[in-house]
Every structure is written in structure tokens, then in C-alpha cells.
């Protein structure tokens, strides 16, 4: 195998691990994952320099290259998504708990704002029974 074909397909396998982990984002997921996205940071910077250089490769090898770099990106978009979700839920997550301690937080906006207080007029109370 091309040593260059090994290196994308080494890079896209240690995105495809992160990916994978992300699926259940957590610390510890994070934390571990670090090391699949060092591997893969690693292989691409050993392949840029290689493939900026090199001439003429068979054609055979260019289109599997370019399909590799292709689900490469694939699998960084992916990636990326993930970590977006995960940052997203985690800092409304905290929104939430930092509102925790106030009235409004039982009566929060889409926002994760405190909306205005629950009046505790008797008068307005609906009491259902079922």
C-alpha cells in the first residue's frame, strides 16, 4: 500500500474513533478522544508537505487519494457537528444549573433565561383531576 493512501486512511480511522465516542459525549470521552485527534493531526502533517511535492502519480492512486481525502472530510464534518451538539447541550445544561437557585428557574424562556415568576395567586390556580 501507498505510504501516503496509509496515511489519510489512518488520519480518517482515528476521526472515525473520535466520532464514534462523541456519540456519548462526556469528559472522560473528551479526554480520551484527544489522543485519536493527536494520531490523526499527526498523519496529516507528515502528508501535506509529501503530497505538495511529489509529481505525477499513477491514476489509480490519485483517485484513490482523492476518494480518502473525500471521506476524510466526510468524517471531519461529522466530527465537528458533534462537537457543535455537545458544546451547545452542555452550555445550556449549565444555564440551567446556574439558574438553579432562583425562583425563575423552574419558569425558564427557550433562551435559558428565568422568564417572568409564577404568580401564587389562589385565584388563578387550575386544579385538574383524572
Known amino acids: 500500500m501507498n ?4 496515511q489519510i486512511r489512518t488520519a480518517r480511522s482515528s476521526l472515525q474513533k473520535f466520532r464514534l465516542k462523541l ?12 489522543a485519536d485527534l493527536v494520531v490523526a493531526l499527526e ?12 509529481g505525477q502519480r499513477p491514476a489509480a492512486l490519485e483517485q484513490a487519494l482523492e ?4 471521506s476524510l472530510r466526510r468524517e471531519l464534518q461529522q466530527v465537528n457537528a458533534l462537537l457543535e451538539g455537545a458544546s451547545n447541550f452542555y452550555e445550556g445544561w449549565a444555564r440551567l444549573l446556574s439558574n438553579a437557585g432562583d425562583d425563575g428557574a ?3 424562556t427557550a433562551s435559558g433565561k428565568p422568564g417572568a ?3 401564587n ?3 388563578n390556580v ?5
Open 23 to 34: 456519540l456519548r459525549p462526556s469528559v472522560v470521552a473528551l479526554e480520551s478522544g484527544s
Open 3 to 6: 505510504a501516503e493512501l496509509g
Open 43 to 54: 498523519c496529516l502533517k507528515w502528508l501535506e508537505p509529501v503530497l505538495a511535492t511529489r
Open 121 to 123: 395567586d389562589s385565584n
Open 106 to 108: 423552574a419558569n425558564y
Open 67 to 70: 476518494l480518502e481525502v473525500s
Open 117 to 119: 415568576p409564577i404568580s
Open 126 to 130: 387550575v386544579v385538574i383531576h383524572g
